[in-house]
């Protein structure tokens, strides 16, 4: 089974940053496209960036300039996240899309749990 890992949350001032790291482990056999979310209270979940198989970075509206997702190691992406405000508070996610744990095996999107990022001063 293909597990994903959040790390790296926790509380910031307004104008701080935050690491997050998002560790795969399991029998993955390809590594596609790695999607970040965040979920405030009393919000809908909300796409915030990805990272493509590629190397290619996409980020929505309200995070672009500020966040920036890399690839660390064939399991590991980070979202480094500058200039935090405090409409960035909430549970960030990350999702694996269309993983093989086996060749031309049945691809799978795969979520992590979460972890918090609260922005107050």
């Known amino acids: 089974q293909v597990h994903l890992v959040e790390s790296g949350g926790g509380l910031v001032q307004p104008g701080g940053s935050l690491r997050l790291s998002c560790a795969a482990s399991?029998?993955?056999?390809?590594?596609?496209?790695i999607h970040w979310y965040r979920q405030a209270p009393g919000h809908q979940r909300e796409w915030v960036a990805v990272?493509?198989?590629?190397?290619?970075t996409v980020y929505a509206d309200p995070v672009k300039g500020r966040f920036t997702v890399s690839r660390d190691n064939a399991k590991t992406v980070l979202l480094q996240m500058d200039s935090l405000k405090p409409e960035d508070t909430g549970v960030y996610y990350c999702k694996a899309n269309g993983v093989r744990t086996s060749p031309g095996g049945r691809r799978s999107d795969y979520w992590g749990q979460g972890t918090q990022v609260t922005v107050s001063s």
């Open positions: 990272i493509l198989g590629t190397g290619v």
């Open positions: 399991g029998s993955i056999f390809n590594i596609g496209d």
